[in-house]
């Protein structure tokens, strides 16, 4: 016998709710649809507005980026949220969709990383690149020098990829079951395989890594971290300033687990600048390492740290770090409250704070204040920040068109944070950036690029650069599309 959802419990509506994998939107749509959802059903009618808002709470709660919050922190979220848990909800999977998989309206899973020349994006499982292929970096074999539009990269059919991360010379990837794959230049022993005599030309499996179980990675300059599903670093290749963190100077040619980060606790997200990198572990603490030139770790001074050593800037202050964008000379970090903080050489307005003075420790973007930023993102002199609401805000150099202002030249400075009005009409759900070029995916799967395509690193052949954001088309998902609603 058929029952409608009205007859139903309401403890049992609830745990509907919350069984799957709704989005805060999902449930706002419910709420307005249906009594059901809007009222209260008797459930703690006074602290939540609706079942809708309850459910919204328990997704917070059980949420891996709000569970190690303190009382604190979660009482100042939910101020700056409005006391709406739905809003909560909300900047807490913007938070993880802007770093890892984006879940488009359409049903696809997106993910777009640009490297120094190059462009890597996953769609469904599938990766696509374009642009430069120096030393088989777009793993496309050792014919391929450049690719005009984005073209898929074979993988086996047993290894649909879930994250990748690029760098000026080598690639890497990480599949569903936490395999590592990664091609380019191993000359530096960045790619983790004893091979160093020639390039890479197509992804190949880390069999160093075989067995161990990894969710992200992060390619350097001539060096890679691996962060493994529980929550450990390795670190492969050049290690000149230390940026492997071992403690030491010495080059490592397999992938070698970074014993000093053990004692910290489980490690959430890692980030990787030219030469040193960033760790940002589970109860917010940020941990540096590598070359200390710019200022880009965080401490005050300009000395290079062979093994982790916190940010005690953010320590001191309470601040729970969630996530890192380590740039070529700037970093940006991003908190569990929706701030933005920057740090390094302020050329060209890079740190946001309206002019060009470096910062030594971290400061707050203070005219970000007013936002909830869900994505921070730093390459050459220039910064991006995704704010709840869709909106790009961006600061720093223009260079070819990079930051994507219409009405500014190709080489001025934007020096305090600007909205990107060129992409108002669109929600934004991911931006990256590589030297002189910028992508982003909307909420609904559209890819847009804007800045520099000489070496046609937007994947669109036909034009040099881009001043505007410019809709890019991939033909080959195109075509799977068609095909996938013909077979309906």
């Known amino acids: 016998?058929?029952?409608?959802?009205?007859?139903?419990?309401?403890?049992?509506?609830?745990?509907?709710?919350?069984?799957?994998?709704?989005?805060?939107?999902?449930?706002?749509?419910?709420?307005?649809?249906?009594?059901?959802?809007?009222?209260?059903?008797?459930?703690?009618?006074?602290?939540?507005?609706?079942?809708?808002?309850?459910?919204?709470?328990?997704?917070?709660?059980?949420?891996?980026?709000?569970?190690?919050?303190?009382?604190?922190?979660?009482?100042?979220?939910?101020?700056?949220?409005?006391?709406?848990?739905?809003?909560?909800?909300?900047?807490?999977?913007?938070?993880?969709?802007?770093?890892?998989?984006?879940?488009?309206?359409?049903?696809?899973?997106?993910?777009?990383?640009?490297?120094?020349?190059?462009?890597?994006?996953?769609?469904?499982?599938?990766?696509?690149?374009?642009?430069?292929?120096?030393?088989?970096?777009?793993?496309?074999?050792?014919?391929?020098?450049?690719?005009?539009?984005?073209?898929?990269?074979?993988?086996?059919?047993?290894?649909?990829?879930?994250?990748?991360?690029?760098?000026?010379?080598?690639?890497?990837?990480?599949?569903?079951?936490?395999?590592?794959?990664?091609?380019?230049?191993?000359?530096?022993?960045?790619?983790?395989?004893?091979?160093?005599?020639?390039?890479?030309?197509?992804?190949?499996?880390?069999?160093?890594?075989?067995?161990?179980?990894?969710?992200?990675?992060?390619?350097?300059?001539?060096?890679?971290?691996?962060?493994?599903?529980?929550?450990?670093?390795?670190?492969?290749?050049?290690?000149?300033?230390?940026?492997?963190?071992?403690?030491?100077?010495?080059d490592r040619p397999m992938p070698k687990l970074v014993e000093l980060l053990e004692s910290v606790g489980s490690i959430v997200q890692i980030s990787a600048g030219p030469s040193y990198s960033i760790a940002v572990a589970h109860d917010g603490t940020v941990y540096s390492f590598g070359s200390g030139t710019n200022f880009c770790l965080g401490h005050g001074e300009q000395r290079n740290e062979h093994q982790p050593r916190a940010i005690l800037s953010f320590r001191r202050k309470g601040i729970h770090v969630v996530r890192v964008s380590a740039g070529d000379e700037h970093v940006v970090a991003l908190d569990s409250c929706g701030y933005v903080y920057t740090w390094g050489k302020g050329y060209c307005g890079a740190l946001g704070h309206g002019d060009e003075i470096e910062k030594t420790t971290p400061g707050i973007v203070s005219s970000l204040k007013n936002h909830l930023a869900v994505q921070v993102c730093a390459s050459k002199r220039k910064t991006y920040v995704l704010v709840d609401t869709g909106s790009v805000y961006a600061f720093g150099w223009m260079a070819f068109g990079s930051l994507g202002f219409t009405d500014r030249g190709a080489s001025d400075k934007v020096t305090r944070p600007r909205i990107l009005d060129s992409l108002r009409g669109h929600y934004i759900s991911q931006i990256c950036t590589g030297l002189y070029h910028t992508v982003v995916i909307t909420n609904r799967g559209q890819i847009f690029g804007f800045g520099d395509n000489e070496r046609a690193q937007l994947g669109l052949d036909s034009l040099r650069g881009c001043l505007e954001p410019t809709e890019i088309f991939v033909d080959e998902m195109m075509d799977n599309a068609v095909a996938d609603k013909a077979n309906v």
Request: aromatic residues 8%; neutral net charge; charged residues 15%.
């Open 1 to 250: 016998m058929a029952v409608s959802i009205d007859e139903l419990p309401s403890h049992i509506v609830l745990e509907i709710l919350t069984s799957g994998r709704l989005s805060a939107a999902d449930l706002v749509c419910l709420e307005l649809a249906s009594s059901i959802f809007g009222g209260s059903q008797g459930l703690y009618p006074l602290k939540f507005r609706s079942l809708a808002d309850l459910a919204a709470f328990q997704l917070c709660v059980s949420h891996s980026v709000y569970a190690p919050m303190s009382f604190e922190t979660r009482k100042e979220l939910f101020d700056r949220c409005g006391g709406n848990w739905k809003r909560v909800l909300r900047f807490l999977q913007s938070v993880e969709q802007a770093s890892d998989i984006v879940k488009t309206s359409a049903g696809n899973q997106m993910q777009i990383k640009a490297g120094r020349y190059h462009t890597l994006l996953v769609s469904n499982s599938s990766v696509y690149s374009c642009g430069s292929s120096l030393c088989g970096v777009l793993g496309q074999g050792s014919e391929m020098t450049q690719c005009g539009s984005f073209s898929r990269i074979s993988f086996p059919p047993s290894s649909p990829v879930v994250q990748v991360s690029a760098s000026h010379n080598h690639a890497a990837f990480v599949t569903l079951s936490g395999e590592v794959f990664t091609c380019g230049d191993n000359s530096s022993f960045c790619c983790g395989h004893k091979d160093t005599g020639r390039p890479i030309f197509r992804p190949r499996l880390v069999e160093a890594l075989k067995g161990i179980s990894c969710k992200q990675v992060a390619a350097g300059l001539s060096f890679t971290m691996f962060l493994t599903r529980e929550g450990h670093v390795y670190t492969c290749g050049t290690n000149t300033h230390g940026q492997l963190g071992h403690g030491d100077t010495m």
